[in-house]
Structure formats: C-alpha cells, structure tokens
C-alpha cells in the first residue's frame, strides 16, 4: 500500500507493472510546507500521543477505551431478565438443537479447550462475533442524528444489477445475512480471521472519524471497504481490487478503488492498530459471544496439545528465569538474609 503507483488505482499486477515500465527517472524536488500545499491534514506524528485525546472519541485507537459494539450490544439489558434471555435466543447465528443447552465443564479427568486464541482466532466463530458487533451497531445506531455519505449508499453504488427496493434502507438487516455476506468475502478472497479483527477496528474507526452511522442503506458497502483495506494492511499478500470484482460480479474496478480512496480519506489514513488495541477488540468480542451464548467449539485436552503447552509453558520459565537473573542486583541487603543459628538456651 505503501507504492503511490498502486494504492487505489492500479486495478492487475499487469497494469502495475506496465505503469513501472513507463516511469520516468527520479527528480528532486524541492521540499514544500504545509502552508505552500494547503494540506490542512493532520500528520501521523501529531496523532501518536493518544493519551491526549478523549478515550470515549477514539475506541479504535485507544487501548483502554470501550469498544462502540460492546457499548451498543449492553442497551438491550434494560428488561427484566427473563425477556433477555428470550431476546437472545432469537439472536443466535447457530442454530441449537431442541433442547436445553449443554454447556461442558473441565474436570480432574478431562480438560476442554477451543481452539481459539488472541494469536490465532478461530476463523469461523470470529466471523461470526463480527458479525454480531455489526447487527449491534445496525440495530442500536442513532437514528434521529443519521449522517450519510453518498460513497456508501447502495442505491447509488449497487453491488448488484439486481433492482434495490424502494424501501432498503427501512428494514434492518438480519444477524444471518450480515453473517453471509462477511463469510462469503472471507472465504473467497482466504482471508484469515485476524483480518476480521482489523476490519472491526476499521470499521469503528470510520464510523467516529466521519461521524457516521452505520445503517441498512449503507452496511454492505462500509464492510465491504473495511475488509477491502484490512486485507491489504494485514496480509502480505493482499487481494487485488479485480479479484472483488470477482466475487461481486456486478461491481466495477474503478468503484473499488474509488471505495478505497475515500475510505481512507475519512480514516485520515490512519491504518495502523496498535496490538493493544487487537487484544481489547479480541477479548470485547469474547465477552459478545458469551453474552450472547455464542460458545466457541471445546475439544477435550489431548495429549499431543498437552505436551505442546507443557514445552511453551517451561520455554517461557526459562526465558522468565533468564531475565530475572538479569535483573537481580549485585548487592543484597542483610535485613533479607535469614539463616538457622544454633542458640543455647539459657535456664534461670
């Protein structure tokens, strides 16, 4: 993304190398202010200290900040109880089976794990948890101060050739559908799940940097471009603008890449997501599954996996042990020193 000859206009690799073949040779030139350029945007640099900012404006870039979906999915917990739980229910994206649910517990025999991490998400399950966040924000955006961009209206950038109904931007979408469309870009671009975790983050980020919401207008559009940017941002090899094309028949390259563009723009081209902030939206959709009884798989501990974290576990001693003796000091103060000394005792 770095390469000016192939952010947001570039639409092959063969049109990228033919444009390279094409340039001329390098010339300095002299270097301009701020002022001379009119360029009002604020410099990456002058972002970096976040703790300046107001953590409630920026849960995207600050770690400590609460994440906007998490926010939105605690409004509906204002009923009694019983009426959660059977909001709930309705909004599970698997489907249980009759029955009360079986929830398995860990036991001196047996120890049951999934397969989920903070380094290595499961790819299903966390698709879906962003897709949850989305229904949230969907659901629970602010109506009555709705702001919209024309770049992400669906009537004026349809998707398909298929006619959008009069009335799309009234009804909102279901859990299921926004499910779909996320699972179906992901599978076929082989996009991993820490990409679904960036485009969560993207996706809050343009929505508190543009003052935006989030609505049935513009929902397909908004992910499409977070996931568009997250792939290309996290993957070392990142799909090509074309290859959406692909996947959305009716969709024209330069739609794309004028998608990306303003994007971007509204992002005050701030890509980066510190790792803190990873973690936070990583364990905040955790706490959304669990909220919302959305269990990950658990497997029972095998034998294999418990060798693997037995050798993790005492290679991180190690390396633990290591350090500490780094760290101790030379001297040692006597107050800290007990040692046994033999005592007569004396009788009187």
Known sequence: MGNTTSCCVSSSPKHRRNNHSRLEPYRPEPELSRVDTSCNLQHISDRENLDDLPMEYNPSDHPRASTIFLSKSQTDVVVPNRRVREKRKSLYINHHHPGPVRRKYSSCSTIFLDDCTVSQPNLKYTIKCVALAIYYHIKNRDVDGQMLLDIFDEKLHPLSKSEVPSDYDKHDPEQKQIYR????????????????????????????????????????????????????????????????????????????????????????????????????????????????????????????????????????????????????????????????????????
Do not use: H
């Open 181 to 348: 469309f996320v699972r179906t870009l992901f599978s076929a671009a082989q996009l991993t799940a820490e990409c679904a975790i960036v485009t969560l983050v993207y996706l809050e980020r343009l929505l508190t940097y543009a003052e935006i919401d989030i609505c049935p207008s513009n929902w397909k559009r908004i992910v499409l471009g977070a996931i568009l940017l997250a792939s290309k941002v996290w993957d070392d090899q990142a799909v090509w603008n074309v290859d959406y094309c692909q996947i959305l028949k009716d969709i024209t390259v330069e739609d794309m890449n004028e998608l990306e563009r303003q994007f971007l723009e509204l992002l005050q081209f701030n890509i980066n997501v510190p790792s803190s902030v990873y973690a936070k939206y990583y364990f905040d959709l955790r706490s959304l599954a669990e909220a919302n009884n959305l269990s990950f798989p658990l497997e029972p501990l095998s034998r294999d996996k418990a060798q693997k974290l037995e050798a993790i576990s005492r290679l991180c001693d190690d390396t633990y042990k290591d350090l500490k003796k780094l760290a101790k000091k030379r001297s040692v103060s006597a107050d800290n020193l007990t040692v046994a000394r033999w005592c007569p005792a004396i009788i009187s």
